[in-house]
Nanobody
Framework: QVRFVESGGGLVQPGGSLRLSCTAS????????MSWYRQVPGKERELVGS???????DYADSVKGRFTISRDNVKSTLYLQMNSLIPEDTAVYYC????????WGQGTQVTVSS
């Protein structure tokens, strides 16, 4: 059974940083392309960025240069380092593999506010 558990969210001031974690199970994490997504109430879930199996990354224009995705294959954990946060980054953040699995986690709330 595929499972994702996100953590690390919280309340942070504009300009601050957070590191999110996503622990995955039920599939071969080390051979999977992984992605972070985020969703604001009333809007569709948005792709934040991906870390491909071969090591390449890509990011949405809105987060490029501020967010970095990394992974620990031993721990089956995906990370999202978020720097220079702005209020528009406020959302619930999720991880998933590619192609997307139907088993979404509960997500972790990130709130950027002064």
């Amino acid at each position: 059974q595929v499972r994702f558990v996100e953590s690390g969210g919280g309340l942070v001031q504009p300009g601050g940083s957070l590191r999110l974690s996503c622990t995955a199970s039920g599939f071969t994490f080390s051979r999977s392309t992984m992605s972070w997504y985020r969703q604001v109430p009333g809007k569709e879930r948005e792709l934040v960025g991906s870390l491909y199996y071969g090591g390449a990354t890509d990011y949405a224009d809105s987060v490029k240069g501020r967010f970095t995705i990394s992974r620990d294959n031993v721990k089956s954990t995906l990370y999202l380092q978020m720097n220079s946060l702005i209020p528009e980054d406020t959302a619930v953040y999720y991880c998933n593999r590619r192609p997307i699995d139907s088993s979404w986690g509960q997500g972790t709330q990130v709130t950027v506010s002064s």
